[in-house]
Nanobody
């Protein structure tokens, strides 16, 4: 059974940093591109960042580019999202997701690409 378990969320002040982690189990982690999405109250879920199987390619939403960094440790089956200079508009439930792919360099910002989703971790940024 595939499980993606996010952690690291919390309540912070604007300008602070957080590091989210997503521990994957039940899958061959290195065969999956990974992504982070988020959903704010009353809004649709949106793409945040993605990383290829190898970790060599990354892709970011314009709203987080330059502030967030996605990375992965294939030996530990874990993907990370380092979030710096947080803003109140970053407040959302953050989801980790995995996409099986043969392409080592593939990333995607499309929800339909992803096969597995975590339950989410809440990030709240106070102004």
């Amino acid at each position: 059974q595939v499980q993606l378990v996010e952690s690291g969320g919390g309540l912070v002040q604007a300008g602070d940093s957080l590091r989210l982690s997503c521990a994957a189990s039940g899958l061959t982690f290195g065969s999956y591109a990974m992504g982070w999405f988020r959903q704010a109250p009353g809004k649709e879920r949106e793409f945040v960042a993605a990383i290829s199987r190898s970790g060599g390619n990354t892709f970011y939403a314009d709203s987080v580019k330059g502030r967030f960094t996605i990375s992965r440790d294939n030996a530990k089956n874990t993907v990370f999202l380092q979030m710096n200079r947080l803003k109140p508009e970053d407040t959302a439930l953050y989801y980790c997701t995995a996409a099986a792919t043969y392409d080592y360099g593939r990333t995607s910002d499309r929800e339909v690409t992803y096969h597995y989703w975590g339950q989410g971790t809440q990030v709240t940024v106070a102004s």
